[in-house]
């Protein structure tokens, strides 16, 4: 989402573990806590994978340099460990490390973005945009609607925004999985109507590709 509400950020590890109980889908991920470990668990999962450092006082990983890309083997997995250490304790000298999440690394598809906050007036609300990643806040390509819907109304979310041209095959381009799109919002909904504790949901980027969507990063802001 564009900006932030007061409250408790949940890491990244307890927000997948909260989603992953409704069925939303993520990359394979495991935790190290030492740089061999990282080596070890990252050949279990496969290469290439991304490596992602775990702290309760690091929101913004990628400003530490919290966050390496396409790793493709287990000697750039240990290089990997020692920058990103090395990074996180110059830039942020006080902050608890955890350990690294090491993750899939899923290329390809469009990224969309799926959120929810709650409306200090109208309650939880959930949000659609057409365009994720980098581009939310550039592009502004967004819809909302008051949580929670159901698939009809998750599908004219969707078709309110100039992304979803993109998604439906625009000019030849090869369709994404609009029916897992629609059920993929009416869960984040549904979640943001249970969870009163939730303040701010964001799923960022979600990648879909023509039979499938994968959430790539998520957070969950609750009340203190």
Excluded at 125 to 144: H, N, P, Q, R, S
Aim: aromatic content about 6%; proline content about 5%; some cysteine.
């Amino acid at each position: 989402m564009a900006h932030e509400r007061k409250g408790r950020p949940l890491t990244e590890v307890e927000t997948k573990s909260l989603l992953e109980q409704y069925g939303i889908p993520f990359p394979k991920r495991a935790i190290a806590k030492t740089r061999e470990e990282a080596i070890k668990k990252s050949r279990e999962i496969g290469f290439p994978i991304v490596m992602k450092i775990l702290s309760p006082d690091i929101i913004h990983k990628t400003d530490v340099g919290g966050v390496i890309l396409d790793i493709k083997n287990e000697e750039e997995v240990g290089k990997a460990w020692d920058q990103m250490m090395q990074s996180v304790k110059q830039k942020a000298p006080s902050a608890r490390i955890e350990g690294v999440l090491l993750e899939e690394m899923i290329k390809g598809g469009y990224e969309v973005i799926i959120g929810g906050l709650r409306d200090p007036v109208f309650g939880p609300v959930v949000m659609f945009g057409g365009l994720g990643g980098i581009y939310v806040e550039l592009f502004e390509d967004v819809a909302f609607r008051l949580a929670p819907v159901d698939e009809r109304e998750a599908e004219e979310m969707m078709k309110e925004t100039k992304g979803y041209q993109i998604l439906a095959g625009y000019r030849g381009m090869e369709r994404g999985d609009i029916e897992a799109l629609k059920k993929l919002i009416v869960k984040v909904s549904q979640i943001m109507n249970k969870h009163e504790e939730i303040l701010e949901l964001d799923l960022n980027p979600v990648r879909v590709f023509p039979n499938r969507v994968v959430v790539l990063d998520a957070k969950c802001i609750v009340a203190r």
